[in-house]
C-alpha cells in the first residue's frame, strides 16, 4: 500500500542508523532505523496491513519525530513471495479474524514489544504501535488486552475485531493507553464505519481516543492523516 514510502526515503541522516536488510533477532522479524546511541528514546513500531510486509510504512517515519526510533515488523504468516498477514479471515462479510491466528499473533508480537524495548532502551510507556488495516486490527489485539505493553496505539484504516470487543469490558480505571483512530471516509474495505464504532466503543471502556476523518479517502493513508500523526507522537513526548 505505501511502499514508495519506503522506495523513495529509505535514506537517513547521519545520526541514524538505518538497516536495509531484514533483521532477525528479535521473536518476529523487522526492519530499524535507529540512532546509533544508547539513550532513552521513544519507540514507534509499524505493523504493516494484509499482503504487504516489513518494507510497507517505514518510510513514513521521515513525517515523524525525527527523535523517535522506528521498528517496521513483518507479519508471522507467509502469503507468497514478500506478502505477509498477521491472521486468515474467518467467514465471508464482515472482516473477522481467526480465533487462533489472532492469539498466537498476539503472543508473538508482545513478545516482540518486550525484546525491542530492552534493546533499543525504551520504557513500555514510551513504547508506540502504528498499524494500517489489518496492521491496525492487531494495534487493538494488543493494546486493548494488555495496555501495560505499550504507551499508546494508532489504529489507521482497522477495526475492533469481534472475537476482542466480546471481551472487553468497561474498568473503574484503565491504565493510562493514547489512542489515535484514523478513518478514510470513502475507505471501502475496511468501511469508515468501523472506524467510527471503535472510536465509540473506546469511548464506553473509559479511553479518550483522538479521532480523525479523512473526507474523500479510501483504503489508504493521506498526508494530512501523517500531519496528525506527527502531532500526536509529539503531544505525547514534547
Not at 542508523?17 to 533483521?23: G, I
Not at 486490527?137 to 472475537?163: D, F, H, K, N
Request: proline residues 5%; glycine residues 10%; without cysteine.
Amino acid at each position: 500500500m505505501l511502499k514508495v514510502f519506503a522506495l523513495l526515503t529509505l535514506l537517513a541522516s547521519s545520526a541514524v542508523h538505518a538497516q536495509t536488510t531484514l533483521q532477525k533477532d528479535l521473536p518476529l522479524n523487522y526492519l530499524a532505523q535507529v540512532h546509533a546511541d544508547a539513550e532513552q528514546r521513544p519507540l514507534v513500531i509499524f505493523l504493516h496491513g494484509y499482503g504487504s510486509n516489513e518494507a510497507d510504512l517505514i518510510g513514513m517515519k521521515f513525517q515523524l519525530p525525527a527523535q523517535y526510533n522506528y521498528l517496521s515488523v513483518q507479519a508471522p504468516m507467509a502469503l507468497g513471495e514478500g506478502r505477509f498477514q498477521w491472521f486468515r479471515k474467518k467467514g465471508e462479510g464482515a472482516y473477522n479474524g481467526e480465533t487462533d491466528d489472532l492469539r498466537v499473533a498476539g503472543q508473538k508480537l508482545r513478545a516482540f514489544i518486550s525484546a525491542a524495548a530492552q534493546k533499543y532502551h525504551a520504557q513500555p510507556d514510551k513504547v508506540y504501535l502504528i498499524g494500517f488495516s489489518q496492521g491496525a486490527m492487531m494495534t487493538y489485539e494488543v493494546g486493548l488486552r494488555q495496555p501495560t505493553a505499550v504507551g499508546g496505539i494508532a489504529a489507521l484504516s482497522g477495526r475492533v475485531l469481534p472475537v476482542l470487543k466480546r471481551e472487553l469490558k468497561a474498568e473503574a480505571a484503565h491504565p493510562p493507553l493514547s489512542v489515535f483512530i484514523g478513518h478514510g471516509t470513502a475507505d471501502d474495505r475496511v468501511p469508515y464505519a468501523d472506524g467510527t464504532a471503535a472510536n465509540t466503543l473506546l469511548h464506553t471502556l473509559g479511553y479518550q481516543p483522538q479521532f480523525h476523518a479523512y473526507p474523500g479517502v479510501g483504503h489508504s493513508i493521506s498526508a494530512a492523516e501523517l500531519r496528525d500523526l506527527n502531532g500526536w507522537l509529539q503531544q505525547l513526548n514534547p
